[in-house]
């Protein structure tokens, strides 16, 4: 794998062909991301919707007062004046005891939701195919996830603190100014559409840079992960200066990116600015000539200058937050389209489980390319339960692609796998793993302990203590398990004690063992042993595996010398294929790579 990836054309063309993420499409996967939270989401609302309406009342106030006071005079009627302002200081706590409430109970459940759509999107990367995890690197994967966890989070919290004070402002406003000039407020409203279309002019544009910005930060991201990941050999392959003029590269672009993500953006804030405080003295400055004309009041004048100031901090606030949720949304897209990649085990709907009873697998006629470019061509030969099949032959032969296509990593072969009468093709994943175990030659380990990292293939037999033992016995990690310092609870893996690349296989064996399977495949599995570990492991493998279907790639030819039938690959064809006696009297292919394999 490799980050090289994220440079194939296909993938980028892929990327700019996808469709717009609308604003439609953005509600329709919050109100999906909230799931069972909806009806909580909406009392947080309601009420933030009337806490906002409420607070429409003081600017109101005031100008009665304005209206009342000027007219006073000493010793008149006060309790209109005293009603106001009593309901003005209700209006106060009421506002700030729901803002209280709405946020503590909102951002609970905004975090909440964050929280689970991360769950859902790493249950997800399970699921997912190795060929699609093969296209996307780690780094990649990651920052895609947590980006548009934290972009749900951040627009579920701008709904309930911006949004709907936007709302409630922009319409109560035109509302109440309404009932004293038809005017005014129409042409309030005709500025907020032109400024809506300034601004949505300016968002769309600099949608696109945050979009391409997102990417661009992806893929910086997942050359940065790999490289750390891969430390040792970067350092002892002298990779380092290859690495950081590619990172200086991409730093660059991702510079240039952003300034201009940057351009659009602050142009918008000033076009939108020069265009809202014009309309803002403008119409002041027509209310105060209506004043002087005897046709207004200076409590509407102070009543318009309050609401002019809610409605503008409303609108800029808007154009704040429109950039944010532009990014957000770029991320919540990118988010989704991870969240609906189709999955081959999803994909396993009406497919078939994988038979109980079998008797064989049959290869017929199977051929395969990557990219137009033959790896394997008319491969045909039948494995009969139970038995024990050797795969031999020079590096590139197209072994471990075999392996591929038996572990359903790619199915656009020609010609067929059948298990029996029924085609591999048919049968669906989750059952076919079930039964299928794969040590391949790097045995990943997780940072847990020896125990776990073996129980870990098989959660039903998680408490099964003869098994486990038996498991550690037949794998030989029983030899090595007094140098760990606490036994099998012993730590291993990033943080704990390293194993040397025997132990690590050996513990694969293990944990392959531990699955119980009906077939196993072996990829150069025990490459890292000494022939004599290596020896006592087929030994015991053996034995243990008196049921299993085994097919074992190897390099090492005495490996397979045991086995019931050696398959010798070439160029992705059968060559020659029988026991170990058979071809060795044969004096063919197998005969020559043996006897090369003695001198050494
Ligand atoms: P073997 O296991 O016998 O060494 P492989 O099955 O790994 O051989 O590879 C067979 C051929 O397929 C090689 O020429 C290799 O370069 C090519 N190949 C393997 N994997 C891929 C891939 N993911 N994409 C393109 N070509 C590949």
Redesign the pocket.
């Known amino acids: 794998m490799s980050f090289l990836h994220s440079d194939l054309p296909s993938d980028k063309m892929a990327r700019e062909k996808a469709a717009p993420y609308s604003n439609r499409a953005l509600a329709r996967d919050m109100l999906g991301f909230l799931g069972e939270h909806k009806i909580d989401f909406l009392g947080v609302t309601i009420i933030r919707l009337l806490s906002e309406i409420s607070w429409l009342y003081p600017a109101y106030a005031l100008s009665q007062l304005v209206t009342l006071l000027g007219a006073y005079t000493l010793g008149a009627d006060t309790r209109v004046i005293f009603t106001i302002v009593s309901l003005w200081v209700v209006v106060s706590i009421w506002r700030h005891l729901s803002i209280y409430i709405s946020q503590m109970h909102g951002f609970a459940i905004a975090e909440r939701v964050y929280l689970k759509v991360q769950e859902e999107a790493i249950g997800k990367l399970f699921r997912l195919d190795i060929a699609w995890h093969e296209r996307e690197n780690t780094g990649n994967k990651l920052k895609r996830i947590e980006r548009g966890g934290e972009s749900i989070y951040q627009i579920l919290r701008i709904w309930i603190v911006n949004i709907i004070s936007i709302g409630v402002n922009s319409v109560g406003i035109l509302f109440v100014l309404s009932q004293f000039d038809l005017p005014l407020t129409l042409s309030i409203a005709l500025f907020t559409i032109s400024y809506a279309i300034i601004a949505s002019y300016f968002t769309k544009r600099a949608a696109d840079r945050a979009r391409i910005v997102n990417e661009a930060q992806e893929e910086m991201s997942g050359l940065l992960f790999e490289s750390i990941g891969n430390m040792r050999s970067v350092k002892v392959m002298s990779m380092g200066p290859w690495l950081m003029r590619r990172i200086r590269e991409k730093s660059s672009d991702l510079r240039i990116k952003i300034e201009e993500r940057m351009w659009w953006f602050q142009t918008a804030s000033l076009t939108k600015n020069i265009w809202g405080q014009g309309f803002r003295v403008a119409s002041a400055a027509y209310i105060v000539w209506q004043i002087t004309k005897g046709q207004q009041t200076v409590g509407f004048l102070v009543l318009y200058y309050g609401y002019y100031s809610y409605f503008w901090s409303a609108i800029e606030n808007l154009a704040n937050i429109s950039q944010e949720i532009v990014i957000a949304k770029a991320s919540i897209a990118r988010l989704k389209e991870l969240l609906d990649e189709p999955v081959g085990i999803e994909n396993d709907r009406g497919k078939r489980r994988f038979p109980k009873e079998w008797h064989a697998i049959e290869l017929r006629n199977l051929s395969f390319s990557?990219?137009k470019?033959p790896?394997l061509s008319g491969v045909s030969f039948t494995l009969r339960r139970g038995e024990k099949v050797g795969i031999v032959?020079l590096?590139?032969?197209?072994?471990?692609?075999l392996f591929k296509l038996l572990l359903k990593e790619y199915e656009n072969y020609t010609g067929d796998i059948l298990i029996d009468d029924v085609p591999l093709r048919r049968i669906s994943k989750l059952s076919y793993f079930e039964r299928v175990a794969a040590v391949l030659q790097e045995t990943e380990v997780f940072n847990l302990s020896l125990h776990d990292n073996v129980v870990i293939s098989n959660m039903a037999k998680e408490q099964d203590g003869a098994l486990f033992k038996r498991s550690l016995d037949i794998a030989h990690v029983t030899d090595f398990l007094h140098k760990l310092p606490l036994g099998p609870d012993t730590l291993i893996g990033e943080k704990g004690v390293k194993l040397s690349g025997g132990e690590r296989q050996r513990l694969g064996l293990a944990r392959a063992v531990f699955k119980e399977p009906e077939i196993l495949l072996l990829d150069e599995a025990t490459s890292h042993l000494d022939i004599e570990s290596e020896q006592r492991i087929q030994d015991s493998l053996h034995r243990f595996f008196e049921k299993v279907t085994a097919v074992v790639i190897a390099h090492r030819l005495s490996t397979i010398k045991e086995m019931d039938r050696i398959i010798v690959?070439e160029n992705g064809t059968i060559l020659e294929e029988g026991s170990f006696e058979e071809l060795y009297a044969r004096r063919g292919r197998f005969f020559t790579l043996w006897e090369k394999q003695k001198l050494n």
């Open positions: 990557y990219n470019q790896v032959g590096s590139g032969a197209g072994k471990s692609t690959f």
